[in-house]
């Protein structure tokens, strides 16, 4: 019933250590509070149209914490190097905990305020989720959020730790600006959607080819993400609770649904808001691409600016 | 009743070219439509506790175009360097009448459509302002906007003229970031509004010493605009029509009294997201020292990405 359960993140912890010695990491769903039955109750009746349209019954709308106790004890026993999280703060002895057994905590934050949090918490390093990233918001479900570079300036002033930027980053021009603003290293998730390693459904994988502007929506899992606008997002954000995982597991039928049948407007098209300059490489490919872009920009904006501000420049 | 008058531009050109010979711009609004006044009479009245416990008139909700055929008779018989547009795009008779008598046309944009719309009308500059900055937003009045770092990374796909990246920099890192994502330069506004030089009422200025976030509003002028959320903000935003100017001058009376008396909670207090970074410097110096943090940034960045693809740093 979890997003993932602890005994297949136990098998692919075995995977991955077979398949490579370099450090990864593991990501881990903070989780939250029940929601309301009634506001679930409310928002599943919302949705008996597009069910029935689509000749699909509904999920059950239970709550669940990802298997949270389970998978902090694997990662205890089975320590790896870098345990990140999301969906809030883990709180200050599971940190330490973690930190015991060699592995480094990092927390996604999305505010000023969340990183003091996270500091106190005891991180050793941010991971900066600018407004433009593509999936779940990493940290608390406001409606608020501020763009990367803002981001990363805020954050910046306020903490010596370590920042990690992600959201909207698709081009090396793009990693080279997170550095310069302080960034120590650069997080991409859509800019993978398409590699063949991928495990993007086939309707997924198309998106990019469509031109609809993204938004952020509580519609699909009851937590705010941004998806490229679609039929259902564009039906069901206005009324959707924040109820993460109910929302979550209601609507995972339809949205399975639409992905067997190819039907774009039922599924959640997570993607950031550079989602049109995402490439179709191979990952490793694409990973070359991107830091040779990351050089050459860094390179032609310091020579633009040695440019401007020789005296030859003035005359 | 425009917002600047012709005459008082044509004045304000003339103080300009006494004080300095560096190239300047001159920046239009491009009129819309009037709003159906039945949208603002509805506003008007849910304003009505708030004006009346001000003890305050609301102000003559009427529509104008900002001495729009005044201002660009002006500008062609009296030529700046840049004329720049926001609020919309230009027709392409008045680009080309610009240029014709030896101006830059630069038009502000916020998505890659409003880009291709700059470009089909002629312009020779794109400022592209992300959902960061503060004030108006300058292009189609919707709800949804891109993070600066995005728009830069999805235009420079798209277009080769020169962009001007702003919304949100408040720093030398953050000009760094820009350049190194391919803009030809970064304008900032919030930055300065702590300025000795500044034209900053007093309760406007002391709002970086505030901790409250910014939120996109209608509420003070029926423009989408970011501003430091009050207690104003946060009771009419969600029922203020896309209506300007009349909701400017509407409200007029009101700010202007919330300035008169240091009463932060009835003014529009314009702010980017980076705004608790403002320094309160002379212009001049503050522009030195974004200048050399700028140029520390990129080269910082470049020396982080040369040491970490070096030999010895995989060992």
């Known amino acids: 019933m979890p997003y993932l359960t602890a005994a297949s ?17 593991v990501n881990l769903f903070v989780p939250g509070e029940p929601a309301r039955q009634d506001d679930v109750a409310r928002y599943a009746a919302s949705l008996a149209d597009t069910a029935r349209h689509a000749g699909i019954e509904l999920g059950d709308p239970v709550f669940e914490d990802d298997d949270w106790t389970a998978k902090l004890t694997l990662l205890l026993h089975e320590p790896v190097p870098v ?25 996604t934050v999305g505010s000023p305020q969340e990183a003091t949090e996270a500091t106190t918490a005891g991180a050793d390093v941010l991971v900066a989720q600018g407004s433009e990233a593509g999936g779940h918001r990493g940290g608390s479900d406001d409606d608020a959020s501020i763009g990367l570079l803002s981001l990363l300036q805020l954050l910046a002033a306020r903490t010596h730790l370590p920042l990690v930027a992600t959201g909207g980053i698709a081009t090396g021009a793009a990693v080279a600006a997170v550095l310069a603003a302080g960034a120590r290293a650069a997080a991409l998730g859509t800019a993978f959607l398409c590699c063949p ?50 929302v979550h597991h209601l609507t995972a039928p339809l949205r399975q649904a ?30 070359r691409r991107i830091d040779a872009e990351t050089q050459a920009a860094l390179q032609a904006a310091l020579s633009a600016v040695n440019r401007s501000d020789s005296p030859a420049a003035d005359q």
């Open 83 to 107: 345990v990140s999280f999301t969906f809030g703060c883990p709180d200050a002895e599971t940190v330490t905990r973690l930190q015991g057994v060699g592995s480094e905590v990092w927390v």
């Open 258 to 287: 639409g992905r067997a049948r190819g039907e774009a407007d039922l599924v959640n098209l997570w993607a950031g808001q550079s989602y049109p300059l995402v490439r179709d490489l191979p990952a490793a490919d694409l990973v």
């Open 9 to 25: 993140l136990a098998e692919q912890l075995t995977v991955t250590r077979r398949l490579t010695s370099e450090p990864f990491g």
């Open 197 to 246: 390693e991928a495990g993007t459904a086939p309707v997924h994988r198309e998106a990019p080819h469509r031109s609809a502007p993204t938004a952020v929506t509580r519609a699909f899992t009851g937590r705010a993400a941004r998806g490229i606008r679609n039929q259902f997002l564009d039906q069901h954000t206005a009324h959707a609770p924040a109820a993460y995982p109910e």
